[in-house]
């Protein structure tokens, strides 16, 4: 067992990552070992990322072989939202600490640069004594400090950073205006490539964690809210206000997102689909509330939600529609509407509508999609002319034991469900063909009859396989015979 | 002993108990129809008996009389500008149904057996359907039907198969299918779509007699479906009778479909064409509950009505020969000359 991180005091101990456990406790013999877990580690991070979207849209996670280690935020053009680049670094490190997280922060031009400065610079200290301004770098005076800085700070895998050492290399200094060719053939690519992206010569974008919404609007509350009614309203004004500026695009929404930032810092997200496009204030409101009556529950406010934000995951382009006078006289809430209500509460799978399939195998034929999948691929198969087929249709075909004439009669008798029928009159049979590309060679041919029985139960009856060509009563294998629906 | 004769007492108080439950249907059925009969009396309607021969007499002796004939339909002209009513075209089904049936309540129909089922469901879809076109033809409104199915209606009948609406000439494209994954759900969105007028007509399935569509629970789907003026249909599957606040209830069976009929004009003895659906009027305004058998053409859309002594011999396909089968019509079935046997069909190369 090694050690795979350490905390400041294990730190001030001198003991170092990648030691034996028994070397550790022989330095100090009073250490509190606990067993690493990357992925719980990593559900924090996410969470901590969650959390810190109230900064920016664009977080990355730092986690390099899944191994978590910070968050990258994108704060380009946010920064004034919170007062300025010192009051943000400010803001997010004491809201850190308040949740009893200690956290480095920094903020630099490039990924590569704050994440060494995060490292080098013990930012909780500095800021309470109002320093922030050093856990900050711009174009203008980062040279001084990044020459500095030691070669940790440049994202190096450890191996390296000891080849480096070695050979007496411990500064950025030491290789900055260093011929790159030799160093290139001694340490591989990655030493010259995070040099590069720490100064901006090479890319390096933040990988947002989640797809950045199209439109997001949020309401930051100075007394948290709890109760369910006082959500629906900020969920309103907030809709409203998005309106004007799904107008100005042309557009409307079709998938939105709220998010829910509680004080303690988990962040609630709710997701909802409409079946048709729309910007109506009202509608989404009612939407969500169907939503949070089935899943909200007034204690698990806690202390109350902070900010709340409420996204346009997607938008389509939608064509202004003038309300006329006889649409609001009898339609109290049209069929896209009642769709929505109904799967915001029961989920979309609940919601569906019959789609049809170019196959000729009966339950491939058609099959049925959540509605709002449904507007969305708008492309449906033209319906092709269907005769004779039963209203119900057992998924799964059920086995009867018929007694038919042999090859190709229909059944005269048969044995459904623990019943007897006795077949009075029969249609068929209506020959299907195995689907070979889908079933395998060896699927067997169907032959549908519509059979009625003495009392004029109409049903579906097909016989699997063929005599003689796909079934040999030498191998003991006899076409089976399955109930399939039922007519009218 | 004394222990066992206290038993054999008991039991044999149980089984007369049994035995009065047995005949207690009987009394209260011939209670009802004499109180039937003379709600009739007053209200001046005619109090034939009902089985359907008799029921058809009486009705070619009102026929004779003018003076039912312009009565009864008055009865229903006030009827009519207030409520949406379906009619059958069927002098006799729509006298039975006091006009029809009236579109903006809630309808229970029941199919006795699982087997009856899809009877069951296609009658209320072709009942929905016909709504639906009403609708259309009268507010020039494209409104869906909406069809909600408990799950273990799903799975027991089979699900809803769109191409079979389609056969029955319904478009699947404007119905909304809703399956919930309990019957809580199911209630909770009935009871929502009851109340729009922006649905058509309301299906809801269940299977058997739920505990929560008693007395009370349909009580509130009717008032809905009356504010809203729009039918909702209960299908009931494999249920009893059960009082419910539905005016109507039917019970659904499957009738002998009709037979095809052949360029010569002769029915083709060993075929099915027009599926047909008797119907029983379990609870109604009549003395008694009375059958009709219906004929639904799905190209015509239309019903019709047929006595029973039509279809009431099927033909026995087994041994008897199809007279006639035209030109250029194949025989199927017990067709003598099967096709020859042929190999598996290789590409070539």
Same mark, same amino acid.
């Given at each position: 067992?090694?050690?795979?991180?350490?905390?400041?005091?294990?730190?001030?101990?001198?003991?170092?990552?990648?030691?034996?456990?028994?070397?550790?406790?022989?330095?100090?013999?009073?250490?509190?070992?606990?067993?690493?877990?990357?992925?719980?580690?990593?559900?924090?991070?996410?969470?901590?990322?969650?959390?810190?979207?109230?900064?920016?849209?664009?977080?990355?996670?730092?986690?390099?072989?899944?191994?978590?280690?910070?968050?990258?935020?994108?704060?380009?053009?946010?920064?004034?939202?919170?007062?300025?680049?010192?009051?943000?670094?400010?803001?997010?490190?004491?809201?850190?600490?308040? @949740?009893?997280?200690?956290?480095?922060?920094?903020?630099?031009?490039?990924?590569?640069?704050?994440?060494?400065?995060?490292?080098?610079?013990?930012?909780?200290?500095?800021?309470?004594?109002?320093?922030?301004?050093?856990?900050?770098?711009?174009?203008?005076?980062?040279?001084?400090?990044?020459?500095?800085?030691?070669?940790?700070?440049?994202?190096?895998?450890?191996? @390296?950073?000891?080849?480096?050492?070695?050979?007496?290399?411990?500064?950025?200094?030491?290789?900055?205006?260093?011929?790159?060719?030799?160093? @290139?053939?001694?340490?591989?690519?990655?030493?010259?490539?995070?040099?590069?992206?720490?100064?901006?010569?090479?890319?390096?974008?933040?990988?947002?964690?989640?797809?950045?919404?199209?439109?997001?609007?949020?309401?930051?509350?100075?007394?948290?809210?709890?109760?369910?009614?006082?959500?629906?309203?900020?969920?309103?004004?907030?809709?409203?206000?998005?309106?004007?500026?799904?107008?100005?695009?042309?557009?409307?929404?079709?998938?939105?997102?709220?998010?829910?930032?509680?004080?303690?810092?988990?962040?609630?997200?709710?997701?909802?689909?409409?079946?048709?496009?729309?910007?109506?204030?009202?509608?989404?409101?009612?939407?969500?509330?169907?939503?949070?009556?089935?899943?909200?529950?007034?204690?698990?406010?806690?202390?109350?939600?902070?900010?709340?934000?409420?996204?346009?995951?997607?938008?389509?382009?939608?064509?202004?529609?003038?309300?006329?006078?006889?649409?609001?006289?009898?339609?109290?809430?049209?069929?896209?509407?009642?769709?929505?209500?109904?799967?915001?509460?029961?989920?979309?799978?609940?919601?569906?509508?019959?789609?049809?399939?170019?196959?000729?195998?009966?339950?491939?034929?058609?099959?049925?999609?959540?509605?709002?999948?449904?507007?969305?691929?708008?492309?449906?198969?033209?319906?092709?002319?269907?005769?004779?087929?039963?209203?119900?249709?057992?998924?799964?075909?059920?086995?009867?034991?018929?007694?038919?004439?042999?090859?190709?009669?229909?059944?005269?008798?048969?044995?459904?469900?623990?019943?007897?029928?006795?077949?009075?009159?029969?249609?068929?049979?209506?020959?299907?063909?195995?689907?070979?590309?889908?079933?395998?060679?060896?699927?067997?041919?169907?032959?549908?009859?519509?059979?009625?029985?003495?009392?004029?139960?109409?049903?579906?009856?097909?016989?699997?396989?063929?005599?003689?060509?796909?079934?040999?009563?030498?191998?003991?294998?006899?076409?089976?015979?399955?109930?399939?629906?039922?007519?009218? | 002993?004394?222990?066992?004769?206290?038993?054999?007492?008991?039991?044999?108080?149980?089984?007369?108990?049994?035995?009065?439950?047995?005949?207690?249907?009987?009394?209260?059925?011939?209670?009802?129809?004499?109180?039937?009969?003379?709600?009739?009396?007053?209200?001046?309607?005619?109090?034939?008996?009902?089985?359907?021969?008799?029921?058809?007499?009486?009705?070619?002796?009102?026929?004779?009389?003018?003076?039912?004939?312009?009565?009864?339909?008055?009865?229903?002209?006030?009827?009519?500008?207030?409520?949406?009513?379906?009619?059958?075209?069927?002098?006799?089904?729509?006298?039975?149904?006091?006009?029809?049936?009236?579109?903006?309540?809630?309808?229970?129909?029941?199919?006795?057996?699982?087997?009856?089922?899809?009877?069951?469901?296609?009658?209320?879809?072709?009942?929905?359907?016909?709504?639906?076109?009403?609708?259309?033809?009268?507010?020039?409104?494209?409104?869906?039907?909406?069809?909600?199915?408990?799950?273990?209606?799903?799975?027991?009948?089979?699900?809803?198969?769109?191409?079979?609406?389609?056969?029955?000439?319904?478009?699947?494209?404007?119905?909304?299918?809703?399956?919930?994954?309990?019957?809580?759900?199911?209630?909770?969105?009935?009871?929502?779509?009851?109340?729009?007028?922006?649905?058509?007509?309301?299906?809801?399935?269940?299977?058997?007699?739920?505990?929560?569509?008693?007395?009370?629970?349909?009580?509130?789907?009717?008032?809905?479906?009356?504010?809203?003026?729009?039918?909702?249909?209960?299908?009931?599957?494999?249920?009893?009778?059960?009082?419910?606040?539905?005016?109507?209830?039917?019970?659904?069976?499957?009738?002998?479909?009709?037979?095809?009929?052949?360029?010569?004009?002769?029915?083709?003895?060993?075929?099915?064409?027009?599926?047909?659906?008797?119907?029983?009027?379990?609870?109604?305004?009549?003395?008694?509950?009375?059958?009709?058998?219906?004929?639904?053409?799905?190209?015509?859309?239309?019903?019709?009505?047929?006595?029973?002594?039509?279809?009431?011999?099927?033909?026995?396909?087994?041994?008897?020969?199809?007279?006639?089968?035209?030109?250029?019509?194949?025989?199927?079935?017990?067709?003598?000359?099967?096709?020859?046997?042929?190999?598996?069909?290789?590409?070539?190369?």
């Amino acid at each position: 067992m090694r050690l795979a991180a350490l905390d400041t005091n294990a730190q001030a101990h001198k003991l170092r990552e990648g030691q034996g456990v028994t070397e550790a406790r022989a330095i100090c013999p009073d250490l509190d070992i606990i067993a690493s877990d990357d992925a719980a580690d990593l559900a924090f991070l996410n969470a901590l990322a969650d959390w810190a979207d109230r900064y920016t849209p664009l977080i990355g996670l730092d986690a390099p072989f899944g191994k978590p280690q910070g968050l990258f935020l994108d704060i380009t053009g946010c920064a004034h939202l919170f007062g300025g680049e010192a009051e943000m670094l400010k803001d997010i490190v004491s809201r850190f600490d308040q @949740m009893g997280i200690y956290a480095q922060g920094s903020i630099a031009p490039t990924p590569g640069l704050a994440w060494g400065l995060a490292r080098e610079f013990n930012s909780q200290y500095a800021l309470h004594d109002h320093k922030a301004e050093s856990a900050i770098m711009n174009w203008d005076n980062f040279e001084a400090r990044f020459r500095q800085f030691p070669m940790a700070a440049l994202r190096l895998p450890l191996d @390296m950073l000891l080849a480096l050492d070695r050979v007496g290399l411990k500064k950025v200094k030491d290789i900055l205006s260093a011929p790159r060719k030799p160093l @290139m053939r001694r340490f591989g690519p990655l030493l010259l490539k995070r040099l590069d992206q720490a100064l901006g010569q090479e890319e390096e974008p933040v990988s947002p964690r989640l797809p950045v919404s199209d439109l997001s609007l949020e309401r930051r509350l100075a007394e948290p809210i709890g109760r369910q009614e006082d959500i629906e309203t900020c969920i309103e004004q907030l809709s409203n206000a998005l309106r004007s500026d799904l107008e100005k695009r042309g557009q409307a929404g079709q998938e939105f997102m709220l998010m829910l930032f509680r004080m303690d810092g988990v962040v609630r997200k709710i997701m909802i689909g409409l079946s048709a496009p729309s910007r109506d204030a009202k509608r989404i409101r009612a939407l969500f509330s169907q939503k949070l009556a089935a899943i909200y529950d007034e204690s698990d406010a806690g202390m109350g939600f902070e900010t709340i934000r409420l996204s346009v995951l997607q938008a389509v382009i939608k064509p202004d529609v003038q309300d006329s006078f006889v649409d609001g006289r009898n339609v109290q809430t049209s069929m896209h509407q009642l769709a929505d209500q109904i799967t915001a509460r029961l989920g979309e799978e609940s919601v569906v509508k019959p789609v049809f399939h170019q196959s000729f195998i009966p339950e491939r034929a058609a099959s049925f999609m959540p509605v709002i999948q449904h507007v969305k691929h708008d492309d449906q198969i033209a319906q092709s002319q269907y005769y004779d087929r039963p209203i119900r249709l057992f998924s799964n075909p059920e086995p009867v034991t018929a007694i038919a004439e042999v090859p190709e009669g229909p059944p005269i008798r048969f044995q459904w469900r623990r019943s007897q029928y006795q077949v009075a009159r029969a249609e068929g049979p209506e020959r299907i063909g195995a689907e070979w590309w889908i079933d395998g060679e060896s699927a067997q041919t169907r032959d549908y009859y519509r059979v009625e029985d003495k009392s004029g139960r109409r049903f579906w009856i097909f016989r699997q396989g063929l005599y003689e060509r796909e079934t040999h009563l030498s191998q003991g294998l006899l076409p089976k015979w399955f109930m399939h629906g039922l007519f009218a | 002993m004394k222990r066992g004769e206290r038993a054999m007492r008991q039991q044999q108080m149980r089984a007369s108990l049994a035995r009065e439950d047995l005949i207690r249907p009987d009394l209260i059925r011939k209670d009802l129809d004499c109180l039937r009969h003379k709600i009739a009396k007053i209200e001046k309607r005619s109090t034939a008996r009902f089985d359907n021969t008799s029921f058809a007499q009486s009705v070619k002796s009102d026929s004779d009389n003018a003076h039912n004939l312009v009565t009864l339909p008055k009865q229903y002209e006030n009827n009519r500008h207030n409520e949406d009513i379906l009619q059958f075209d069927d002098p006799a089904l729509d006298t039975a149904l006091s006009g029809g049936i009236n579109l903006g309540a809630l309808t229970e129909l029941r199919s006795q057996e699982t087997r009856q089922t899809g009877a069951a469901s296609a009658f209320t879809w072709i009942l929905a359907h016909q709504m639906q076109s009403f609708l259309k033809q009268k507010h020039n409104e494209d409104l869906p039907i909406v069809f909600i199915s408990e799950t273990s209606s799903r799975l027991e009948g089979g699900q809803i198969y769109p191409p079979g609406l389609m056969s029955l000439g319904i478009n699947p494209a404007t119905c909304l299918f809703i399956q919930p994954r309990s019957l809580h759900d199911a209630l909770w969105v009935a009871e929502l779509t009851a109340k729009q007028k922006s649905v058509a007509a309301t299906i809801l399935e269940v299977r058997g007699n739920p505990q929560n569509l008693d007395m009370a629970g349909t009580r509130r789907l009717h008032l809905r479906a009356q504010s809203a003026g729009r039918p909702f249909f209960l299908l009931r599957q494999a249920g009893e009778e059960e009082a419910t606040a539905a005016r109507l209830r039917l019970g659904v069976q499957s009738a002998p479909a009709a037979l095809r009929a052949l360029p010569s004009q002769r029915a083709f003895s060993n075929s099915l064409s027009n599926p047909a659906f008797q119907i029983t009027l379990e609870k109604s305004k009549n003395p008694a509950p009375q059958s009709f058998i219906l004929e639904w053409n799905h190209d015509s859309h239309s019903f019709t009505t047929r006595s029973k002594d039509i279809s009431s011999n099927p033909v026995d396909f087994h041994q008897e020969q199809p007279p006639d089968i035209g030109g250029g019509i194949s025989l199927s079935g017990n067709g003598s000359d099967q096709a020859s046997e042929m190999g598996r069909v290789v590409a070539f190369g």
